[in-house]
C-alpha cells in the first residue's frame, strides 16, 4: 500500500483536512549528538538506547508496519523525553487523527531542542498537517538545500510533490534519493504509485519488482504490486500477490481491504464481504477497525445499498466517538452526508455537513484546519444547492470557497474550486466550461472523470464521452465511495454493463 498512513490520511482527506505530511521517520545517521555525518539529517538524543529504539520503530515505519513500530517510539520516548524525532515518528505511525495530533504538538513543542534539520522536517509536518503545502514546500527546500546528499530528504520532499500531484518533480527527487542509496526500499514503493499514477505500468511494475526483490521477507511489497495489478484490472493476480502479503505477515491487514476490492470489482461482493469482516476481526487498533467498516460502506454503496453503507458508517463514527476522536468524527458525518447525496435526501445530508462543521468548530484543531474547514461547509453548501437547483445560492457558497482557497493556496482546494465549478456549469449546460473546469479537477477522483464523460456528452463528442466513461469504470481503485457511486453507471455508459 501507498506509504502513507493509510487508514488516517483516507479519511482525513475525506474530511478536506488534506494532509501533505512528509514522512516522519527520516533515517538520520547514526551519531547521538546533534551533528550530522556525511550530509545526513542528524538525531538528537540524550540516549543511545533512545536512539536505538528509534531507528527500530523508523525501520519498521518506513515498511509499512506502523503499528509494530509504536512501542519502539514510545520507548524512546520513554528514556528521552525530550526526543522530538521520537515524537514526530509516534505522530506519523498513530492510527487515528486523534493521537497524530497529540504527538505532532509534542515534536513541535520540542522542536527548539533539536539540531536546525530536525526541525525544519517537524515544521514541514506541522504546516503539511495544517493544510499549508506553501509553507511546507518553504520548510522542505531548506531542508533539502541543507540535506542534499540525504536519501530520506530528497524521498520526503519527492513525497510532498507526489501528493500535489506533480509526478515529474516527484518522480525527480526519487530517483536522486535512489541514487543516493540504491537499497533503500521505501523509494521503490513510492515511486511505483508515481508512476502508476502516470500511466506507465510497465516501469510501475519494475519499481515494485525492484521493491520486493529488496525486502522479500515483508508484506508490502506485494500489497503494494497487488495494487498495481488491481488497478490494470487483473484481479486474480492480484489477489494471489494480496494472498502472499498475507502469508508473509498474517496481521497486514491492508491487504484484506484490498482484497476486497478485487473481489467487488470481479462481481464478488460476497467474497469482499467476508474479507472485510474478517479484517474488522482481525483489527489491531481503531483505525484498522475503523478502516473496515469504511469497506464495508463502500460495498454497500458500489451495490446502491445505501442504508446499508449508513448503518456501516455509524460503526465506523462509534469508534471515534467513543475516544472524542473529533477530526475522524467530522469525516465520517461528511461521509455520511455524501452517501445522502447519492439518496437524493439533499436536507439529510446538509445536516450532516453542518453537523461535521460544527464538530471541527468546537474542537481544539488549529485554527488552520477550521478555516479549511469552513471552506468545505461552502464547498458541501454548493453541491447541495446544485442538487437542488438553487444555482445562485451554489454560485455564492463557490466564491466563498474560492476565497478560502486563495488564502490557503492549497493545490487540493484549487481543484476542488475547479471541481465545484465544473458542476455548476453543467447544471447551467455549459457544457463547453464544464469540461474546461473539470480538466482542472482532481483526476484521482473518479466521479470527475464521470462528469467529464457526462460533460462531454453534453457537447455531443460521444468519441470523449465513451472515453471518459472507460476512464470512469475502470479506475480500479482500493475501496472509495466517489468511485463506488458511479462505477455501475459509468460501466453502462461505456457499454462495458
Not at 110 to 130: D, H, R, V
Not at 227 to 234: F, N, Q, T, V, Y
Not at 464 to 480: I, M, T
Request: glycine letters at 6%; proline letters at 3%.
Amino acid at each position: 500500500m501507498n506509504t502513507r498512513c493509510w487508514s488516517r490520511l483516507s479519511r482525513m482527506v475525506s474530511l478536506g483536512l488534506v494532509l501533505g505530511v512528509g514522512l516522519g521517520c527520516n533515517k538520520a545517521s547514526t551519531s547521538v549528538s546533534a551533528s550530522s555525518d556525511g550530509g545526513k539529517l542528524a538525531v538528537t538524543t540524550a540516549s543511545e538506547e533512545a536512539r536505538k529504539e528509534y531507528l527500530a520503530g523508523r525501520d519498521l515505519f518506513e515498511r509499512l508496519q506502523a503499528h509494530d513500530s509504536v512501542p519502539h517510539f514510545d520507548k524512546a520516548l520513554a528514556l528521552d523525553p525530550d526526543f522530538a524525532l521520537a515524537e514526530l515518528g509516534r505522530a506519523n505511525s498513530a492510527p487515528t487523527p486523534k493521537e497524530f495530533f497529540e504527538h505532532m504538538h509534542k515534536a513541535v513543542a520540542l522542536a527548539p531542542k533539536a539540531s536546525n534539520g530536525e526541525k525544519l522536517l517537524i515544521l514541514a509536518n506541522q504546516a503539511g498537517a495544517n493544510g499549508l503545502p506553501e509553507i511546507q514546500k518553504e520548510y522542505l527546500d531548506q531542508l533539502v538545500q541543507a540535506y542534499p546528499n540525504d536519501e530520506r530528504a530528497q524521498f520526503t520532499v519527492g513525497t510532498f510533490y507526489f501528493g500535489q500531484q506533480q509526478l515529474e518533480e516527484a518522480l525527480a527527487h526519487y530517483k536522486k534519493s535512489a541514487e543516493l542509496a540504491p537499497n533503500y526500499s521505501q523509494v521503490y514503493n513510492l515511486m511505483g504509485y508515481c508512476l502508476r499514477q502516470k500511466g506507465d505500468y510497465t516501469d510501475s511494475e519494475q519499481a515494485f519488482k525492484k521493491y520486493i526483490a529488496l525486502i522479500p521477507n515483508d508484506p508490502n511489497p506485494y500489497d503494494s504490486y497487488a495494487e498495481l495489478l488491481l488497478k490494470m484490472g487483473r484481479f486474480d493476480d492480484s489477489i494471489a500477490e494480496y494472498r502472499k502479503a498475507l502469508s508473509v505477515d498474517s496481521k497486514f491487514n491492508a491487504s484484506r481491504f484490498g482484497l476486497s476490492a478485487d473481489y467487488m470489482y470481479s462481481g464478488q461482493p460476497k467474497e469482499a464481504a467476508a474479507v472485510l469482516q474478517e479484517m474488522a476481526s482481525a483489527a489491531r487498533n481503531d483505525g484498522e477497525l475503523r478502516t473496515a467498516y469504511f469497506g464495508m460502506a463502500v460495498l454497500a454503496s458500489d451495490a446502491g445499498k445505501f442504508d446499508e453503507a449508513l448503518a456501516a458508517m455509524d460503526k465506523e463514527y462509534a469508534v471515534a466517538e467513543k475516544k472524542q476522536d473529533t477530526a475522524n468524527m467530522a469525516a465520517d458525518l461528511q461521509a455520511k452526508g455524501n452517501i445522502l447525496m447519492q439518496m437524493k435526501k439533499y436536507d439529510a445530508a446538509m445536516k450532516q455537513f453542518d453537523q461535521s462543521f460544527k464538530i471541527v468548530q468546537d474542537s481544539n484543531l488549529s485554527q488552520e484546519l477550521k478555516n479549511n474547514s469552513t471552506g468545505l461547509h461552502h464547498f458541501n453548501a454548493a453541491a447541495v444547492a446544485i442538487a437542488k437547483g438553487d444555482l445562485t445560492a451554489a454560485k455564492g457558497h463557490l466564491e466563498e470557497f474560492r476565497k478560502v482557497t486563495e488564502e490557503s493556496k492549497n493545490n487540493a482546494q484549487v481543484k476542488q474550486a475547479h471541481e465545484l465549478a465544473g458542476r455548476l456549469a453543467m447544471a447551467e449546460k455549459k457544457y463547453d466550461t464544464a469540461v474546461e473546469e473539470l480538466h482542472q479537477a482532481n483526476q484521482q477522483n473518479a466521479q470527475n472523470l464521470f462528469r467529464l464523460s457526462e460533460a462531454y456528452r453534453g457537447q455531443g463528442d460521444a468519441t470523449k464521452a465513451g472515453e471518459y466513461a472507460k476512464k470512469a469504470a475502470e479506475f480500479n481503485s482500493l475501496p472509495a465511495l466517489p468511485y463506488a457511486f458511479i462505477r455501475t453507471k459509468a460501466k453502462k455508459m461505456a457499454g462495458e454493463g
